[in-house]
């Protein structure tokens, strides 16, 4: 019942990067928007960033702006995001999840969620 899985979490610095990738079976990459969330201990799961199935339309949560860059590739059915000045707050465990339109409301078509990777950021 998994058709996404996360990786790429870690432990890093503040100010540090890291990419999560996103492995998508090949049917619901091609037909399907996908979003990035994130949820943090005592949190509620909130949404990151968002991409349509053509990869024409692009969506940003206002915290990430100009930090993190969401992005696609066909050939090997995958979406990335890759996140850059990394922040304490940004500690999360991050799920990768099909979207409906419009991809701005950041919400999920399912329930089904994976297993996430987890995403420190710490001195």
């Known amino acids: 019942q998994v058709h996404l899985v996360e990786s790429g979490g870690g432990l890093v610095q503040p100010g540090g990067s890291l990419r999560l990738s996103c492995a998508a079976v090949?049917?619901?990459?091609?037909?399907?928007?996908i979003g990035w969330f994130r949820q943090a201990p005592g949190k509620e799961r909130e949404g990151v960033a968002a991409?349509?199935?053509?990869?024409?339309?692009?969506f940003y949560a206002d915290s990430v702006k100009g930090r993190f860059t969401i992005s696609r590739d066909d050939a090997k059915y995958m979406v990335y995001l890759q996140m850059n000045s990394l922040k304490p707050e940004d500690t999360a465990v991050y799920y990768c999840?099909?979207?409906?339109?419009?991809?701005?409301?950041?919400?999920?078509?399912?329930?089904?969620w994976g297993r996430g990777t987890q995403v420190i950021v710490s001195t």
């Open positions: 999840m099909t979207v409906k339109d419009p991809i701005g409301t950041m919400t999920p078509r399912n329930n089904y």
């Open positions: 991409i349509s199935s053509s990869g024409g339309e692009i």
């Open positions: 090949r049917s619901i990459f091609d037909y399907y928007n």
